[in-house]
């Protein structure tokens, strides 16, 4: 019951708060119609002079529709009007919230009737069932004693049957059939005696009295006069009268004596029963009568005494043929139920009435009192065996119903409790009230907030466009005076300069980075790019570094990394720039080592990260636990099953990348806030090595963009391990996607790969991480590696016949360990071999040289790491006779752009004159046409079709007329041909890649430019053209 009552109460209370919301929404739609309306016919009127022109042009009918729109609109300012004058008010919106006050206490007062109602008929249904329970164990039970009491009766006629009638002469007599009778009385507990009537035909009745000694006595006589104080007077009754046969009582119980000699047949009752009993062969039920001498209501239940060859299913004619007498049990009712309810006392009495149904239409009562005060009845059907006859019990309660309690305290409980909550209601209101005048005031600073925001970042764009313009100048000025004849120490002043400008442009970006991450404004790309090639470009970025400090750097891809995947290199660059410029930046000896694994691959407890061994790493110093840096990421824990990779999408792919070094490590105080932005781990740090504290925070959220996670473990003057996660698709499965960028992207690798295709190399080394990374970096030009850990072995396995080792690298350190060994290792490859190739690798070219010339006669080439592939091809190809004019690592996209642009009629449009300058003579640098304009108009006139144009570069910001206008005018003027327009621009935050298609661009580079990024926009619109002078 009660939680029938809680969940009613929930769900009003629920009610409440869609039925407030409704009230809110219902609020503010109104609010929202109410102002277009008003904007509107505000228009209206502030148009009349116009609308009253065009009405003398519409005639009569226009006039109409004007009138009915004036109406309209001065109808809805004055409805707009009302409803802030009362509706809207804080007075009618009280009278308002007091209407619906009033309106739920009512309701809850309703609420309440109606629980009061229904508990009460449930204690109403309860009160009947226990009712109708307790009648229907009673008359179970009386139904149960007098089926036992009926079944010991017809036994004691079988008994007749076989002793009396069965023996001659007879067993039984008055006296023993008294003391039987007497003896099993208990087993008979609803019987007040029992008595046994001969048969005896007319023709028998003189010697049937002569032998008994008595006359047949009349049964009608002593019914007239049933009670008795004497037995003996029942000799003085009046002879049975002359009939075609008699059933005189010859035996009876000693309660019941005084029936002897009475003939049943002469009773109209009696004969009845017995005439039924005897043809039936079943016990006979009377109805309720008074017996004799007690004068209480009573049953007599008659069984017929059979001859005992009778068959079973013998007809009623034969039935009558074998009857011997009739034996009856007399059954007192009212004595009877009065010992079973005593039997059956309990703390909830209830009155017992038995009736005889018979007759339906006068029921006869058989026991029990219509007494009582409460209405509740029940009927329960008794059934004493006899099918002709038809008996009831009915039942009701003694006291009146109780008081139902339980339904009052809760009805008003819970009327108390939406009073309660009524005035919590009101109150709230009103509290509400002032809140909503405080939201005012806080929207009100609010829009003055977002405005400021709006500002900052204008102002942000603006002074990164104006700061990126004059540096885009000066960069491209210096890269021109690079391309003129200077001396060494011109050349090095113009260097510095070009350094820190380009320091200058990072530290611009960073900041705007942080700016974009502050907004949210912050989107990734996606195109197809090659994992390994950008982990090249990073070591090609740190390596000068790298060789400075003497610290060894390498970088380790798991063959299971798709070699295309799609993603935004650029920040994926970033990301590992800035994580490998920290562990520059921080360790003065030792190594850094940038891994790159598959999630699944850590999943299924693959050695990813390099153990704190001495043995087992990549410089041989002691290194911080990577395992530990990625033990908190949710893809690794069973409960985060949103990050949780799933195999069957192989379109995904998880990576795990980690950056270990032996640096400085950080302190343990400063290490909860390494991701904050602006935060280093101590004031002398910027001092000493420099930086804005943003690198890692930006980080942090570019691996978040990518679905991953960032974390790391760091060791005070052991070393720090940063690792994260990303999620790319993988580029193999997209085929359809960027097909000629996927197949640029295959070429470049196959092209170094495939002169070297079948070979075989033997790796010297006895460091298991770093003869890894070698055979990594050298397995990726098509070449078969073995590794061995030192030079006896790398002799025993050249000299193998099996095997045709062509080239050999030898571990610097291994070369240096033992001069004597080194000459004795170059003779005997020499005997054995002379064709194969011999490859040192040394972190410092100049001690390499100083170390080999001692060797003697044979010097090996020297390949100075840190390793990568192409420069492994280059130094290969040149020890190896190969060509000799092959370009090194980044004169390769100059050599491409001069195929590219040679003869190319080009279009540079841009407001600044420094500016054009600067991108005329890059381009004009690769053999372009090129031709200036200084705004989007003279733009738009020369791409006027036809032209002569092979492609246009337009910057942004421009006055009068932006780059985006002028290239949707231009894309309205094409017809037949398309022109390639790509977007020049110094601002980071507009110029992204989908505001430029939204307008019609092709892509976009930004200022000042650079070779690759040039190379990689001009190559999806230009093909190579035939012949070039270089």
């Not at 049957?161 to 023993?176: C, E, L």
């Not at 120490?489 to 700016?515: F, H, M, P, W």
Request: proline content about 4%; glycine content about 6%.
């Amino acid at each position: 019951m009660f939680l029938d009552v809680s969940c009613l109460l929930l769900f009003w209370m629920s009610l409440h708060h869609v039925f407030g919301f409704g009230l809110k929404a219902g609020h503010l739609l109104w609010r929202l119609c109410c102002w277009i309306v008003s904007v509107v016919s505000m228009n209206w009127f502030i148009n009349g002079g116009i609308l009253e022109t065009k009405a003398g042009m519409l005639g009569d009918g226009g006039k109409m529709w004007l009138k009915c729109l004036e109406k309209v609109s001065g109808n809805s300012c004055k409805i707009h009007h009302l409803y802030y004058q009362y509706i809207g008010s804080m007075r009618i919106r009280k009278t308002w919230w007091r209407k619906l006050l009033v309106a739920w206490i009512v309701g809850w007062i309703a609420v309440s009737v109606w629980i009061f109602w229904y508990m009460s008929s449930q204690a109403f249904e309860k009160r009947k069932e226990t009712l109708a329970s307790m009648c229907d164990e009673r008359a179970r039970m009386l139904q149960d004693q007098f089926n036992v009491s009926m079944n010991h009766v017809q036994a004691m006629s079988i008994l007749i049957s076989t002793f009396h009638h069965g023996k001659n002469p007879s067993a039984i007599d008055q006296r023993t059939f008294a003391r039987y009778t007497e003896r099993t009385a208990f087993e008979r507990p609803l019987t007040s005696g029992v008595a046994y009537a001969v048969r005896v035909l007319h023709s028998e009745r003189e010697q049937f009295e002569n032998q008994q000694g008595w006359t047949i006595k009349r049964m009608d006589t002593f019914e007239q006069s049933p009670v008795q104080k004497d037995d003996s007077v029942a000799e003085a009754l009046e002879p049975s009268p002359i009939q075609e046969e008699y059933a005189p009582v010859i035996f009876a119980q000693d309660t019941v004596a005084h029936v002897v000699s009475l003939d049943m047949l002469s009773g109209t009752e009696d004969r009845e029963n017995v005439l039924r009993a005897r043809a039936s062969g079943k016990g006979v039920l009377t109805a309720p009568f008074r017996l004799l001498k007690t004068n209480r209501l009573g049953v007599i239940l008659t069984f017929a005494v059979y001859k005992t060859d009778l068959p079973s299913n013998a007809m009623p004619s034969e039935r009558i043929q074998a009857t011997d007498g009739y034996i009856g049990g007399i059954f007192d009712i009212e004595s009877l139920v009065e010992k079973l309810l005593q039997q059956l006392a309990s703390k909830q009495t209830i009155l017992v009435n038995v009736y005889d149904i018979t007759n339906q239409s006068h029921p006869i009562s058989m026991y029990g009192s219509n007494v009582s005060d409460d209405g509740l009845e029940h009927v329960s059907a008794l059934n004493f065996g006899d099918p002709f006859r038809k008996h009831e019990m009915r039942c009701r309660f003694k006291q009146k119903p109780p008081w139902p309690w339980l339904a009052i305290t809760t009805s008003i409980g819970i009327l108390v409790i939406v009073l309660l909550i009524g005035y919590i209601f009101h109150a709230t209101m009103n509290r509400i009230a002032k809140v909503e005048d405080d939201c005012h005031k806080m929207e009100e600073l609010k829009k003055r907030a977002e405005a400021a925001d709006v500002a900052k970042s204008q102002f942000l764009a603006t002074v990164s466009h104006e700061i990126r313009t004059p540096m885009n100048g000066v960069l491209g000025m210096l890269q021109m005076l690079m391309d003129t004849e200077l001396d060494a120490t011109q050349q090095d002043y113009v260097r510095t300069a070009q350094d820190s400008g380009k320091a200058l442009v990072s530290l611009i970006n960073e900041v705007l980075d942080q700016a974009k991450i502050e907004s949210g404004k912050i989107e990734l790309e996606a195109m197809q790019f090659d994992l390994r090639a950008i982990m090249d470009e990073v070591l090609a970025l740190f390596s000068g570094k790298a060789h400075e400090k003497g610290v060894e750097l390498a970088v380790y891809v798991s063959d299971g990394v798709p070699e295309i995947v799609i993603g935004d290199p650029g920040r994926f660059r970033q990301i590992i720039t800035n994580l490998m410029g920290n562990s520059i930046k921080f360790t003065k000896k030792g190594h850094i080592f940038l891994t790159v694994h598959l999630v699944e691959e850590v999943m299924d407890s693959i050695d990813v990260e390099t153990e704190s061994s001495s043995q087992n790493t990549l410089s041989g110093l002691p290194v911080a636990d990577g395992s530990r840096s990625w033990v908190g990421f949710k893809i690794f824990n069973p409960e985060g099953s949103s990050h949780t990779p799933s195999p069957s999408s192989s379109d995904l792919v998880n990576i795990i990348v980690s950056v270990e070094d032996t640096g400085e490590g950080i302190p343990l105080e400063a290490q909860p806030r390494v991701f904050t932005p602006f935060m280093q781990v101590d004031p002398s740090i910027s001092r000493k090595y420099g930086g804005t504290g943003i690198g890692l925070s930006i980080s942090k959220c570019l691996v978040g963009l990518m679905n991953g996670e960032i974390g790391f473990v760091s060791i005070p003057d052991i070393g720090s391990t940063f690792t994260f996660t990303a999620v790319f698709s993988n580029g193999c499965c997209n085929s359809n996607d960027s097909k000629p960028q996927k197949q640029r992207l295959k070429n470049q690798s196959n092209t170094m790969s495939s002169r070297f295709q079948g070979m075989t190399a033997l790796v010297v080394d006895p460091k298991p991480v770093r003869a890894k990374v070698s055979r990594y970096q050298i397995q990726r030009l098509g070449i078969h590696v073995e590794l061995v850990l030192d030079l006896n072995q790398g002799l025993s396995s050249i000299s193998n016949e099996n095997k045709a080792v062509n080239m050999v690298f030898v571990e610097q350190e291994v070369w240096d360990r033992d001069s004597s060994i080194s000459a004795l290792f170059i003779y005997k490859l020499q005997q054995i071999d002379p064709v194969t190739k011999l490859f040192l690798l040394g972190n410092s070219l100049s001690s390499s040289r100083t170390n080999t010339a001692t060797s003697g006669f044979y010097t090996p080439s020297v390949i100075t790491k840190p390793l990568k592939a192409s420069m492994l091809s280059a130094s290969l190809q040149r020890a190896m006779g190969g060509n000799k004019g092959n370009p090194c690592n980044g004169e390769h996209p100059s050599l491409s752009l001069r195929n590219l642009l040679a003869g190319r009629k080009i279009l540079i449009v841009d407001d600044n004159k420094v500016n054009l300058i600067v991108a005329a003579a890059a381009l004009k640098k690769y053999g372009a046409d090129v031709v200036c304009a200084d705004s989007g108009q003279k733009a738009i006139k020369l791409l006027k079709p036809p032209h002569k144009f092979d492609a246009c570069f337009m910057d942004i910001q421009m006055p009068e007329m932006d780059g985006f206008e002028a290239t949707r005018i231009i894309r309205d003027m094409e017809s037949n041909g398309h022109i390639p327009i790509l977007a020049m621009t110094a601002d980071v935050i507009q110029a992204t890649y989908e505001e430029c298609q939204r307008c019609g661009m092709d892509g976009y580079v930004s200022k000042p430019f650079e070779a690759e990024q040039l190379y990689q926009e001009v190559s999806r619109f230009l093909q190579p053209t035939s012949s070039v002078n270089l």
